[in-house]
T-cell receptor, first 113, second 111 residues
Framework: DAGITQSPRHKVTETGTPVTLRCHQT?????MYWYRQDPGHGLRLIHY???????DKGEVSDGYSVSRSKTEDFLLTLESATSSQTSVYFC????????????FGPGTRLLVL | GQQVMQIPQYQHVQEGEDFTTYCNSS?????IQWYKQRPGGHPVFLIQ?????EVKKQKRLTFQFGEAKKNSSLHITATQTTDVGTYFC???????????FGQGTELSVKP
């Protein structure tokens, strides 16, 4: 498995609280992604990064922000968590535009009460 | 926007039976990838298809990319309990574009 870790692995929080999920990679890959996985929806892209401080929105970016201050770290923040953001969140990395295989982290299970 | 539809959503088979999942895109794709996710696990890359009409095999798994590059299929011959999991297709409209995942097909295999 690629060197990708996510923290925390599980989190329970209350509606309205801020939450930050961290993705850390040791592969020095340029591209990093945040997906959410929900039953019946597969994997949906939230935000992605194509370099340090370079990020862009995915298809379900509302309510989420990201930051990437170092190559190895990509943070996903829920500014004010809502119950609809209860999900499993996966981070993924890919080496380049030419090598498009994505390697996924172990996931974070988030429950918003 | 671009959509990738995958059917069926669930498939239950007896061990030894064959299994096929289908992926259809509303637009032409530059390439398509397939991933497998074991229960409780994370998606793992299986293969990428790039050429029109391409067929690739990995042991009992056969992957096809349609001639129009708008559909794909994954066929498993003689399923085993180790094949259990959810299979996702994912396509891009162009190289470097965003990867759009299908909803996945959850395969269960009864021994």
């Amino acid at each position: 498995d690629a060197g990708i870790t996510q923290s925390p692995r599980h989190k329970v929080t209350e509606t309205g609280t801020p939450v930050t999920l961290r993705c850390h990679q040791t592969e020095n890959h340029r591209y990093m992604y945040w997906y959410r996985q929900d039953p019946g929806h597969g994997l949906r892209l939230i935000h992605y990064s194509y370099g340090v401080k370079d990020t862009d929105k995915g298809e379900v970016s509302d309510g989420y922000s990201v930051s990437r201050s170092k190559t190895e770290d990509f943070l996903l923040t829920l500014e004010s968590a809502t119950s609809s953001q209860t999900s499993v969140y996966f981070c993924a990395i890919s080496e380049s535009v030419r090598v498009e295989t994505q390697y996924f982290g172990p996931g974070t299970r988030l429950l918003v009460l | 926007g671009q959509q990738v539809m995958q059917i069926p959503q669930y498939q239950h088979v007896q061990e030894g039976e064959d299994f096929t999942t289908y992926c259809n895109s509303s637009t032409t794709l530059s390439n398509i990838q397939w991933y497998k996710q074991r229960p409780g696990g994370h998606p793992v890359f299986l293969i990428q298809l790039v050429k029109s009409g391409e067929v690739k095999k990995q042991k009992r798994l056969t992957f096809q990319f349609g001639e129009a590059k708008k559909n794909s299929s994954l066929h498993i011959t003689a399923t085993q309990t180790t094949d259990v999991g959810t299979y996702f297709c994912a396509g891009r409209r162009n190289q470097g574009g965003k990867l759009i995942f299908g909803q996945g097909t959850e395969l269960s295999v009864k021994p």
